[in-house]
């Protein structure tokens, strides 16, 4: 009997020799692994060789500690495999978070569904990048096809759509600003000036002129 770490690696593990040492390899079982590599090795020539420290560490990263806490209730691996849990492993974190796991090139899908966060991270991108009203995401049409299957699936409503829109231009425009890195200055003479990053002045207005 495994323990339910093991659910999220593919059930036979490689024994390979590395360096002349003899370990297991054990593949995660994510469609698209988020650690650096897919592959955890266990040594098997140390005290520690039936340690599962290395496997909840990767599988924490990769599905979320949320759904690794989920399957360590469960009594076996095999459990986990057929509860569903690896199918709704979530991820945890603020939508500022989410955003910094967004990529680009090639286009790619979850094999999980998305948690209340990353739902609201991706309404929230939707229509920002292709300037759609906030009003669609209560349109009846894309309800349907978002909850066609999955009636429980969570969609934010567009009054939250909205607010977390108004909060992620809040902290964007923050972010600019501390890039810009712009201050105004004033003295007897000039009413203020704008200093830029590279010292260049704009806008001098004397104190004499409305």
């Excluded at 790619?108 to 669609?136: D, I, M, N």
């Excluded at 009636?151 to 409503?157: Q, R, V």
Aim: glycine content about 8%; some cysteine.
């Amino acid at each position: 009997m495994k323990a339910p770490v093991y659910a999220f690696f593919k059930s036979d593990p490689v024994f390979q020799h590395i360096d002349g040492r003899p370990c297991h390899v054990f593949t995660c079982a994510a469609a698209h692994c988020r650690n650096p590599t897919n592959t955890v090795r266990r040594y098997l020539d140390t005290k520690d060789s039936n340690s599962t420290s290395g496997l909840r560490k990767h599988a924490k990263k990769c599905w979320g500690p949320e759904a690794l806490k989920a399957a360590q209730t469960a009594a076996d691996a095999n459990t986990v495999r057929s509860s569903g849990i690896l199918a709704s492993g979530s991820f945890s974190g603020a939508i500022d978070k989410i955003f910094e796991r967004f990529g680009k090139g090639r286009v790619t899908y979850s094999h999980r569904a998305h948690t209340k966060v990353e739902s609201r991270a991706e309404c929230v991108r939707w229509v920002a990048e292709s300037l759609r009203p906030v009003g669609v995401i209560g349109d009846r049409g894309f309800l349907c096809i978002a909850k066609t299957g999955r009636p429980d699936h969570y969609i934010p409503s567009p009054s939250t759509v909205s607010r977390d829109l108004k909060n992620s231009f809040v902290k964007c425009r923050t972010r600019i600003a501390k890039y810009l890195q712009v201050r105004v200055c004033s003295n007897e003479d000039y009413r203020g000036e704008v200093v830029g990053a590279k010292g260049l002045r704009v806008g001098r207005r004397r104190m004499g002129n409305n």
